[in-house]
């Protein structure tokens, strides 16, 4: 695509939301990148937050951070494992954060006197977001939140179908997926909500070039053709995508579909042979059931749904791919055990289980819960895996078992002298602000004769962050006595990133989020450490 400009794909979704229009994009993604194609993502979100960090998690799901510190919607997450691509803060566009621009060129005077509009300088703005983030790029895939129809969605739509005819509509294409739901008291599919959403979407200027039904049925061929008749679209041009048992089935299913060739004469340029044998390789393992079973205990606070700790369960399904075994996970809620004095609940809980994750978290909320997790673990050779909050309650663990009793974090009791967890003076007083913690990449020096050293297999390397606690560097020196050692270091400021038990199988915990960095067919070193480490100790 040399001398070429640039090709948009917009994905836009209608009837409701969670059909599926972020692992769809990436997708795409997959697809053009497996053609060798320069492929980038961007999600834009309707809501007034200016980023995702103060989203509530257990509505919107897990926020993704990327290598440069911004926090996004969970989709970066999909971008990145579907592509294996690290993305930026150009990658993620929340509607707070263009208005806040807006507003700030505004009294910047650099309007010069106009009246500002959502139409002409919001759109306008928000079509700048896009322009920038395709620089060096062949492709850009965009993938629209909320549904046609959402007022908050208006300003994202009308910036899309406006810049379809600034770049070209050669070079704009606009994907929309649509719900097809089946009713079981007919036994029948049914289009209307499809054909309200097409409409809907038509009313407002965007005339899509591909539509992606949704089931969790197969559509038939009149469903097919009477969705093609109300859209206005050839046969050739609806993609049928049911339910799949892997979300990474999808890719398949679309290269499969014959739906690729359309999409390239759409946008006019020339279709390239697909290499999909690696994805295919990594689904065959996906598809196969193994003869030995792992049970992981999550001791989690966020219980609504799974999508808060999506990054978490997908690398440890890739860590039980890797390992050849199936994996079996439960989310127990850690609050219920904040209060609960009685060890004899925990030891029958986790008897159930082969290993122990704490993931991360904010707010004091389960906490106790976690830090007797921990404790149980340390004290009961239990495999054991702390993701950033799960490292600080770690070391609570850890100096509670060794006898100091007060330990305790700046969350638990921010006036004790035994915050074993502190947060540092640029942090204080920010509890409630965004975009304020430690975030995105940092370096970490990893010690020799380490279970982290031999994870890693090297000395530096880099790693995600999103918290403000650290440990106190003040009792470092009391760790080995506590049974607990730090392995990893940022050398910059001395602060400790991760942690491991001393005569442990396995107890490690880490102050970044190496869930992040995980990838279906390249999952991170630690959980590939910790799903062997519970195939060990069952035998």
Known sequence: MANQPVKYIFVTGGVMSGLGKGITAASLAKLFKSRNFKVNLQKCDPYLNVDAGTLNPKEHGECFVTKDGAETDLDLGHYERFIDQELTQSSSVMAGRVILKVIQDERAGKYEG??????????????????????????????????????????????????????????????????????????????????????????????????????????????????????????DSILSLPDAKSIYEVPITIEESGIMPVIFQKLQIKNKKSDLDDWKKMLTKINKKFDQTVKVAIFAKYLDNNDTYISVLEALKAAAWYNQVNLSFQMIDASKYDQDANSNNLKKLFNNFDGIIVPGGFGVRGLEGKIKAARYALENNVPYLGLCLGMQMAVIAAARN??????????????????????????????????????????????DQTLAKKLYRQSDIIERHRHRGECNQVFVNEYEKWGIKASGFNLDSNLVEIIEGINHPFFLASQFHPELKSRPNRPHPFFVGFIKSLINNKK
């Open 402 to 447: 060794a006898g100091l009793d007060q330990a305790t974090s700046f969350e638990l009791n921010d006036q004790s002298k035994y915050q074993v967890i502190s947060t540092m003076n640029d942090q204080l007083d920010k509890m409630m602000t965004g975009g304020t913690m430690r975030l995105g990449d940092y370096n970490c020096h990893v010690l």
């Open 114 to 235: 106009d009246d500002v509009q959502i139409i002409p300088h919001l759109t306008r703005a928000i079509q700048e977001y896009f322009l920038e983030a395709s620089r060096g790029f062949e492709i850009q895939i965009i993938e629209i939140g909320g549904t046609v129809g959402d007022y908050e969605s208006l300003s994202f739509l009308e910036s899309i179908r406006e810049f379809g005819f600034k770049v070209g509509r050669e070079n704009c294409l606009y994907v929309h997926l649509v719900h097809v739901p089946f009713l079981n008291t007919s036994q029948e599919l049914k289009t209307k909500p499809a054909q309200n959403s097409v409409r809907e979407l038509r009313s407002i200027g965007i005339f899509p070039d591909v539509l992606v039904a949704r089931s969790d049925h197969q559509i038939t061929q009149p469903i097919k053709d009477k969705l093609a008749l109300f859209s206005g679209l050839k046969l």
